[in-house]
């Protein structure tokens, strides 16, 4: 009886060093997407698009800094068509800005950041076509319309 003490503390020894870093499922990471104009499900895009009809405002060049799972923000450009003397002809107005995402919904069995912010870097204004006052002091949108 003296030995199955000691065999049965080595057993149990085993078996808990056995489990060390096997992680428990629950705390497996939500991942969250973005949508850019029903382009799909996507993280950390490098650009996207405020008007889909015909791009012309978005963000390019995004620099993620965070991506969450309720939550994401990034720095990039925001550009404008000023559509002067056409959309076609227009001039292209670009702007450093940081990018906040948002609101995240579950959609098509996904998690989806849905709103957009973006402000201009701090000390900034938006660099905008004149014909388009007043200057804003942040642009918001939501990345597309489909909820289901």
Known sequence: MKRSAP???TVAFLLS???VG???ASTAKTTSYFNDCGLG????PSSIMQYCADGGAGVI???WSSWGSTSAKGAGTYYINGCTPSCAEGSIYKSSVN????KMVKTHNK???MNVTVTPKAGKRFVWPAQMK???TKVTWTSDMWQG
């Open 7 to 9: 065999i049965a503390l």
């Open 17 to 19: 060093t056995a489990l």
């Open 22 to 24: 096997i992680a428990p």
């Open 41 to 44: 499900a996507v993280t950390k």
């Open 61 to 63: 060049n995004i620099k």
């Open 99 to 102: 990018v906040l995402l948002n």
């Open 111 to 113: 998690n989806y950041l």
């Open 134 to 136: 007043p200057v804003p």
